[in-house]
């Protein structure tokens, strides 16, 4: 039987995978990870380090950040095979993606390209845990009490739209988590002054890497910020707190 | 320097813990979890026994499961000071919650509590996987693909309310979970069957205990469901896909 696992290993902090992560590594012998540039460094390879052993092999896999449907195609077509080729060689073959695997994961786009291009394959999917829920943690900001809701969304194109989000919020009792602000904190940045929300959003990049940031959102300068940094906007409490 | 680690234990499967969420309980020598009614059972403390080793004191807080704000209050207070007794005895405390510490979790009323009334206490936050990143790797079903949004709630308390996010939803790329299912089944079933959803909607309940389920909610039969049930209701999928 072909069997292939994809497997999150949290957002940064290695001591975030989960027992499944590291056994499914252990019991690899090909350890397979994305990366964003040709012989660049894999975020999630580095997470998961110290459990890729110097006897496995290593299978980077390319998938560019790019809008083009033939390119990504072609690159979703390009990495399945290659897996299944390492799978058909009768190797036990581990993919793993940074986070979760099913939240904005190039995990979830592989598990459906298996799923079309090669249906004869098993794959399993190991979740792990997600960015949000890691920044939640070290800020101390809870992402949701019992009766509140919980959106999540990469920061969205226009200055309206996220104005409309935010309002939208306010009026739901919603937290909202902004992912992969990046280039957009400019003019993200004067619609939370503008708002009065930029004193309590939390802003957060590369969580559980050495050089985390996590600070509120009033703190941190104009400029761009990396691609893998959030913000977290709780606009209300509930009424019944201790 | 008084301390104490609230950590988040997954939805259910005992490998879904993370290596941090081990290493606390293993660094212990207090393990404190949930009970929602007297000397009932703890779903985190399930989740975790193998860990829980019979050198480990073990102490039970009761959080009940009502509105009341008093009550509620009252339970909060009386588990914060018994945890604090614990830690000024010189032990060394983990306390367990499901899932992940920061969504819908005794583990942030606590967290609150300690840091209103016992401010000298460093609390150290370890977050965990949550059900719906579980239930949607058993269920094949991505939670988003990159331009998506996610709402995660518990099911509203009424029928225009739901239909009302679920066309919200619909209109903008968004997949809803909806948690707590439990006695609303009933009237959710027939608003999934209106707005012709029920085939594509996910229901999954103990996700990860030997008892899961998890299924097409039109596979599912009216009734009640377990509190801790939930859905996932992906309405569209991205234009560019394998």
Redesign the interface.
């Known amino acids: 039987m072909k069997v292939l696992t994809i497997a999150?290993v949290?957002p940064g902090?290695?001591?975030?995978?989960?027992?499944?992560a590291?056994?499914a590594i252990r019991e690899s012998t090909v350890v397979s990870y994305p990366v964003s540039t040709r012989g660049g460094d894999s975020l999630a390879e580095k997470i998961a380090s110290k459990w890729i052993t110097k006897d496995k092999k290593k299978l980077p896999l390319y998938f560019p950040m790019v809008d083009d449907?033939n390119t990504?195609?072609s690159a979703?077509?390009v990495a399945?095979n290659d897996l299944m080729k390492m799978v058909d060689k009768g190797e036990r073959v581990v993919f793993l993606a940074q986070g979760?695997?099913?939240?904005?994961?190039t995990g979830?786009?592989l598990?459906?390209?298996l799923?079309?291009?090669h249906p004869e394959c098993v794959?399993k999917?190991?979740?792990?845990?997600?960015s949000f829920?890691?920044a939640?943690?070290?800020s101390?900001?809870?992402?949701?009490?019992?009766?509140?809701?919980?959106?999540?969304?990469?920061v969205p194109d226009s200055y309206d739209e996220l104005k409309s989000i935010l309002s939208d919020a306010a009026s739901k009792k919603?937290v909202v988590v902004l992912l992969k602000l990046g280039k957009k904190w400019e003019w993200v940045k004067l619609l939370l002054e503008e708002l009065d929300l930029i004193k309590i959003s939390i802003f957060a990049e590369r969580i559980g890497f050495s050089d985390q940031q996590i600070l509120r959102a009033s703190d941190l300068p104009s400029g761009t910020r990396p691609y893998f940094s959030l913000l977290l906007i709780r606009q209300s409490w509930p009424?019944?707190?201790?």
Chains 1, 2 share one sequence.
Do not use: C, H, N
């Open positions: 999150g949290g902090d290695p001591s975030l995978l989960t027992l499944a590291v056994e449907q990504l195609k979703w077509r399945g979760d695997i099913s939240l904005f994961s979830s786009y598990s459906k390209e799923e079309k291009y794959v999917l190991i979740p792990g845990v997600t829920s890691a939640a943690a070290k101390k900001l809870p992402l949701a009490f019992q009766e509140e809701e919980l959106l999540v969304l990469p919603r009424l019944t707190m201790p």
